[in-house]
């Protein structure tokens, strides 16, 4: 992630009352591109996201429409385990915004707050705007990124995530079985035991993690 990619979160941090951002794209494909996390939390709450397929982040996508979420214990059941994460976290309020280009949604606004206070609907009709002003520096980031082969440093943030996609390959192949059996079984697999996606990607890259040998 260069500095450019990270100074698109800045602006959301300098207008708006949240403590984090990261902003996301997806390809034609459905892969996603984090080009920016603010701090290590927004970075987790990207990341938990990603490997539960639950949140506001995929609502947003979703529905084509901003999500605010003040959360609490069992504030919202539709995220059951992601909304209990969040708030170990200490995020006490999410705000995700989706991307545009024309009709398209190209991505996500991901916002938090430490503070249980929802934005008020100015501060949600900024953020909207900062949004639509951010989508095409980060789809041209997104695309940049995609073409640069150097090492990523994914203990720094989510970035492309290319070894969780080299991994989603390998086990398509391990279980002969499609894309999207393969991504469900590796991001099940992290989850069950605690570890993020991107650990057993490596796991899996590396040859020390075999899912033809956990089948039933």
Request: glycine fraction near 6%; charge should be negative.
């Amino acid at each position: 992630m260069t500095d450019d990619g990270v100074r698109l979160c800045d602006p959301f941090l300098e207008s708006l009352p949240v403590t984090g951002a990261s902003i996301s794209v997806f390809d034609v494909e459905g892969r996603q591109s984090t080009i920016c996390v603010s701090d290590n939390v927004a970075a987790r709450l990207d990341e938990l996201q990603l490997e539960l397929g639950e949140g506001p982040h995929w609502d947003a996508l979703r529905t084509a429409r901003p999500v605010v979420a003040r959360l609490g214990v069992g504030s919202h059941p539709e995220w059951p385990v992601f909304a209990d994460a969040a708030l170990d976290l200490g995020a006490a309020a999410l705000f995700s915004f989706p991307m545009f280009l024309g009709a398209v949604t190209v991505g996500v606004v991901d916002l938090y707050s430490s503070r249980p206070e929802p934005l008020d609907s100015s501060d949600v009709a900024l953020a909207v705007r900062l949004t639509a002003r951010a989508t095409r520096r980060a789809v041209h980031h997104a695309v940049r990124g995609a073409a640069d082969h150097d090492p990523l440093d994914i203990a720094a943030s989510p970035a492309m995530r290319r070894e969780v996609h080299q991994a989603t390959g390998m086990i398509l192949v391990q279980l002969n079985s499609t894309a999207s059996e393969a991504f469900f079984r590796l991001r099940a697999y992290a989850f069950a035991s605690s570890r993020t996606m991107q650990q057993v990607a490596h796991d899996v890259i590396t040859g020390s993690l075999d899912f033809s040998e956990l089948r039933d």
